[in-house]
């Protein structure tokens, strides 16, 4: 079974960059689809984008395209979010989750989380 770990979270300033990481033990990741979510205070988990196992397509949700990028380097065994110009509403723990299918309706394996925060 495939546990991912996020790293790359932080404390940063509004209108900064980020990039994110996940990156998979007990499984090869370029097998899986990813998927990136996030949750903020208070509120429910969204879903972010997510990239197929080749990294040849990937999805970004509507209200997020334009700042947010996913990309995954297989030989690294690792998925990247990027994140530019970063806003206070931005403040969440973002996940990871990996799974068979690219955009299933429920991601089997997920990460711990990072927590990102964004001071203004």
């Known amino acids: 079974q495939v546990q991912l770990v996020e790293s790359g979270g932080g404390v940063v300033q509004a209108g900064d960059s980020l990039t994110l990481s996940c990156t998979a033990s007990?499984?090869?990741?370029?097998?899986?689809?990813v998927g990136w979510h996030r949750q903020a205070p208070g509120k429910e988990r969204e879903f972010v984008g997510a990239?197929?196992?080749?990294?040849?397509?990937?999805y970004v949700a509507d209200d997020m395209k334009g700042r947010f990028t996913i990309s995954r380097v297989n030989a690294e065994n690792t998925v990247y979010l990027k994140i530019q110009t970063l806003k206070p509403e931005d403040t969440a723990i973002y996940y990871c989750?990996?799974?068979?299918?690219?955009?299933?309706?429920?991601?089997?394996?997920w990460g711990q989380g990072t927590q990102v925060t964004v001071s203004s």
């Open positions: 007990g499984g090869t990741l370029s097998n899986y689809a």
């Open positions: 989750a990996a799974s068979a299918r690219f955009l299933p309706p429920s991601w089997p394996y």
């Open positions: 990239i197929t196992t080749t990294g040849g397509r990937t």
